[in-house]
C-alpha cells in the first residue's frame, strides 16, 4: 500500500531539521572548541610575556670563540696545600628566584639570542610530561612550557639533557628552532644560554637533524642521558651527525656536556607520516 504524500513529506521535513540540528550542533561545538582554544592561547601569551618581563639576567660579553668549559671560577695560583672548603649550600640566581618563588618546579631557563626563545625551564619528577600541556603556572594549555625529560639531572649535570617544548604556528616556544635547518642561520645563531637554577652557561650547536616522531622508526635520541663509556658516547655524536641538515664542522667530545632541543617536525615521510622531530643539540662551553 502506497504511504500518504502528507507522510512523506513530514518525515522529509523531520529529517531536514534532525540533520540541520546535528550540523548545528557540530558548528557550536566546533566553535567553542576554537574559542577555548584561542582564549586559552591568549592567556598563556600573556602569561609568557608577563615571566619574560620580569626576567632581567646580567649583560653578558658577546661570544666570538668556543671556550673550555668552566664553573666560572679562576684557578687558584698559590701553589700552598689549603684545606678543601666544606660544602656549602648552592645560591639562586638572582634574576630566577622570584619565577622559582612561584614555581619550586623551576630548573632554569633557556635562551636562544636573537629568536622568541627566552623562556622558564621546568622538570617534574613525578608528573613527566605534566609541562606538556600546562604551563609554568600550571594552567591547562597547548602551549605547555619548556620542560626537561624526567631522567635528565639537570644539576649533576647528565651528559646529555633534553628539552622539550611546543612548535607553535604563533612562532612562539621551540619554533624558533626551525632556523636551524638553514646552515646560513646557524652561522649567526650558534650560541645558546642554558642557565640552571645556580649557575650561567653557554652551549654552541653542533648539530641540527630531524626523525621520525613514530615509536620505532626514528633514532630515539632522547634516551640518551648518561654515556656509559667513551663508546657510547661518540656512537651518540656519530648517529645524530649521520642525521644533519649540514655539517656544522664542529663536534663533541667523550666529557663535553650536552643539551638537546626537541620539537615537532611537519614534513611529510614518504611513508606518509606527517608528524616528526626537529632536533638541535648543543654543547656546553662555559
Known amino acids: ?16 531539521y534532525i540533520l540541520l540540528g546535528f550540523f548545528c550542533l557540530v558548528f557550536i561545538a566546533s566553535a567553542i572548541y576554537v574559542a577555548d582554544y584561542l582564549i586559552r592561547s591568549n592567556a598563556a601569551r600573556s602569561e609568557y610575556d608577563s615571566l619574560l618581563d620580569q626576567y632581567n639576567p ?12 668552566t664553573d666560572g671560577t679562576a684557578p687558584s695560583e698559590s701553589t700552598e696545600p689549603t684545606d678543601p672548603p666544606g660544602p656549602t649550600e648552592p645560591t639562586i640566581l638572582e634574576e630566577l628566584q622570584v619565577f622559582y618563588d612561584k614555581n619550586q618546579e623551576l630548573v632554569g631557563w633557556i635562551t636562544v639570542p636573537d629568536t622568541k626563545i ?23 594549555s597547548a602551549w605547555g612550557a619548556i620542560y626537561v625529560r624526567e631522567a635528565c ?17 604563533d612562532g612562539s616556544m621551540f619554533s624558533g628552532l626551525d632556523g636551524y635547518k638553514r646552515k646560513s642561520f646557524w652561522e ?23 626523525t621520525s616522531g613514530t615509536y620505532g622508526n626514528g633514532y630515539a635520541y632522547h634516551l640518551f642521558d648518561d654515556a656509559k663509556d667513551e663508546a657510547d658516547f661518540n656512537q651518540f655524536i656519530n648517529n645524530v651527525k649521520a642525521l644533519a641538515y649540514y655539517d656544522t664542522g664542529i663536534t663533541a667530545q667523550y666529557g663535553d656536556k650536552l643539551i638537546t632541543l626537541s620539537t615537532c617536525e611537519y614534513t611529510i615521510y614518504e611513508n606518509g607520516e606527517a608528524v616528526g622531530r ?9
Open 58 to 69: 646580567p649583560s653578558r660579553p658577546p661570544i666570538t670563540e668556543a671556550t673550555e668549559p
Open 118 to 140: 627566552s623562556y622558564p625551564v621546568l622538570q617534574s619528577p613525578t608528573r613527566p610530561d605534566y609541562y606538556l600541556d600546562h604551563t609554568f603556572e600550571g594552567k591547562k
Open 278 to 286: 626537529h632536533v638541535v643539540i648543543a654543547k656546553r662551553i662555559a
Open 153 to 169: 639531572d639537570v644539576f649533576k649535570p647528565s651528559d646529555n639533557i633534553t628539552l622539550y617544548g611546543h612548535h607553535m604556528k
Open 1 to 16: 500500500m502506497e504511504q500518504n504524500p502528507q507522510k512523506k513529506k513530514l518525515a522529509k521535513k523531520i529529517a531536514y
Open 188 to 210: 649567526s645563531h650558534q650560541y645558546i644560554y642554558f642557565d640552571t637554577l645556580y649557575e650561567r652557561h653557554v652551549y654552541q650547536v653542533i648539530v641540527a637533524f630531524k
